[in-house]
């Protein structure tokens, strides 16, 4: 690690602070796209934000907590928080627990075994009692506002299910457009 870091501070909040002045800056911002959002650039710095969706994001390519946390560790000049590290952790493995699987007609949740039993009571409240496997019907009717609500509750859904083949529409390119000269120039 250089005499200075490249990350300033991490947040308990999933703040990250970037010092863009750092030559290993750029390659950073890059190798943390997958798990967090540029929040804002503020003069020198940038700002990213570390949070559940950008972590269920990087769990469903395939990246481990481990690797996230190593890299955050790698980049900063102090310690990994240890709530940050739980957290990240925590979000994480919660990726996969649920998965909707079936067609557009007919869909049933998955459920991982380790899956709490509050959520299991949530999820029976809402949808009924599950199969010996762990499975629940699913109304095709509540596919957006279950994922929604396990969402918001910190439990996401790996939505596998089929969609219905939407319908046609014929497109015309419309040869009456004029662009603008700065556009031309672009």
Request: net charge neutral.
């Amino acid at each position: 690690m250089p005499a200075t870091a490249v990350v300033i501070q991490i947040t308990h909040t999933g703040t990250v602070i970037v010092d863009s002045d750092h030559p290993e800056a750029p390659a950073f911002i890059r190798a943390a796209q997958p798990y967090s959002r540029i929040d804002a650039y503020t003069g020198r710095f940038v700002r990213l934000r570390i949070d559940r969706t950008t972590l269920w994001s990087a769990a469903a390519q395939g990246m481990s907590a481990d690797a996230i946390c190593h890299e955050l560790r790698d980049a900063g000049h102090a310690p990994l928080d240890a709530v940050i590290e739980r957290t990240i952790t925590t979000l994480m493995a919660r990726w996969g627990m649920l998965t909707l699987r079936g067609t557009a007609d007919q869909l049933a949740l998955w459920t991982a075994p380790q899956l709490p039993a509050r959520i299991h009571h949530w999820l029976q409240e809402r949808l009924g009692p599950a199969t010996t496997t762990g499975v629940y019907g699913v109304d095709t009717v509540q596919r957006g506002s279950l994922k929604q609500q396990l969402g918001r509750l910190g439990w996401p859904v790996d939505d596998q299910a089929a969609l219905h083949d939407g319908a046609s529409h014929a497109v015309r390119w419309n040869d009456t457009v004029q662009l603008r000269p700065y556009q031309q120039q672009a």
